[in-house]
């Protein structure tokens, strides 16, 4: 069955750096999302991507992050100047279309911050 | 600002018995519901969805009630299995209003006892 990939499992960086996680989506689907949780809390909608732009995003997702879809099958989310704040769990999900089809996760990219 | 709400953060069921999880919302915009399963160091994965146009939808050992009046939907799981056991979350979307992004409860703790 095909599944969401992210890359890495699990990334730490120094406070103030930048940092790009990774996500292949399914292949045929168009709708693409990234959504984190922060530990002990609920998962959170961050942002979605159409069409080679964002749809929607979230009042998390403010100038320090961006999306991205640089070739055909990659979709990543960069973190600009990292805050300690920013240590959670990063999931990639994507979604065939709009037809209420359910969207698919990845298994999350653990990012810490130190 | 919960608009989803699942109020037991754990349940604990014998093995061969029935498993009920509840999830509540407020929003009455949300159209489209969904209840994903979480394994340990995994992302969601999907179980099954309803849109509001219903009020039952049963897929194997998994069926999920909608009763929109009350703003309520439940997960009922029949027989319980060990491997059921998992973090539960469900989750809801206004679709007709043009969101795209799932808003999550923060989950319940499904333990299947032998």
């Known amino acids: 069955e095909p599944e969401v990939t992210q890359t890495p499992s699990h990334q730490v960086t120094q406070m103030g750096q930048e940092v790009i996680l990774r996500c292949v989506p399914i292949?045929?689907?168009?709708?693409f999302y990234w959504y984190r949780q922060i530990l002990g809390q609920k998962v959170e909608f961050l942002v979605s991507f159409y069409n080679n732009e964002i749809s929607e995003k979230s009042e998390i997702f403010d100038d320090q992050f961006s999306v991205e879809r640089p070739d055909g099958s990659n979709f990543t989310l960069k973190i600009r100047s990292t805050k300690l704040e920013d240590s959670a769990m990063y999931f990639c999900?994507?979604?065939?279309?709009?037809?209420?089809?359910?969207?698919?996760f990845g298994d999350g990219t653990r990012l810490s911050i130190l | 600002d919960q608009q989803v709400k699942q109020n037991s953060p754990s349940l604990s069921v014998q093995e061969g018995r029935i498993s009920i999880l509840n999830c509540d919302y407020t929003n009455s915009m949300f159209d489209y519901f969904l209840w994903y399963k979480k394994y340990p160091a995994e992302g969601p994965t999907f179980l099954i969805s309803i849109s509001s146009i219903k009020d039952k939808n049963e897929d194997g050992r998994f069926t999920v009630f909608l009763n929109k009046s009350a703003k309520h939907l439940s997960l009922h799981i029949v027989p319980s299995q060990p491997g059921d056991s998992a973090v539960y979350f469900c989750?809801?979307?206004?679709?007709?209003?043009?969101?795209?992004?799932?808003?999550f409860g923060k989950g319940t703790h499904l333990i299947i006892q032998p």
């Open positions: 989750a809801a979307r206004d679709s007709g209003g043009g969101a795209d992004g799932l808003t």
């Open positions: 999900a994507s979604e065939q279309d709009r037809s209420n089809q359910p969207q698919h």
């Open positions: 292949s045929n689907h168009l709708y």
